[in-house]
Nanobody, 126 residues
Framework: QVQLVESGGGSVQAGGSLRLSCAVS????????MGWFRQAPGKELEGVAA????????AYADSVKGRFTISQDNAKSTVYLQMNSLKPEDTAMYYC???????????????????WGQGTQVTVSS
């Protein structure tokens, strides 16, 4: 059974930092794309950051480049999203997701992913 369990969300002031964690079980995440997505109220689900299989590459949305970093800890089967210099517009529910490896995946597109976590809320106040 595949499980993705997010944690680490919370409320911070603008300029602050948070680190989200995604504990992965039931799949070999090194053989999958791993992504972080977010959805703000009234907005579409958007890709934030992604790791290519085995952490070979990363991808980021333009809105978070230079502020967010996706990484993995193989020993803990956990994927992280370090978020620095947070802005009020980063406020959203954040989801971790996994996509099976196959050619030509667009790693920031939600439809590419077939396993999802339950989400963790991030609120940034000005």
């Amino acid at each position: 059974q595949v499980q993705l369990v997010e944690s680490g969300g919370g409320s911070v002031q603008a300029g602050g930092s948070l680190r989200l964690s995604c504990a992965v079980s039931g799949i070999d995440y090194n053989s999958n794309y791993m992504g972080w997505f977010r959805q703000a109220p009234g907005k579409e689900l958007e890709g934030v950051a992604a790791l290519y299989p085995a952490g070979s590459r990363t991808a980021y949305a333009d809105s978070v480049k230079g502020r967010f970093t996706i990484s993995q800890d193989n020993a803990k089967s956990t994927v992280y999203l370090q978020m620095n210099s947070l802005k009020p517009e980063d406020t959203a529910m954040y989801y971790c997701a996994a996509a099976s490896y196959r050619p030509y995946v667009r790693p920031l597109r939600p439809y590419e992913y077939n396993y999802w976590g339950q989400g963790t809320q991030v609120t940034v106040s000005s």
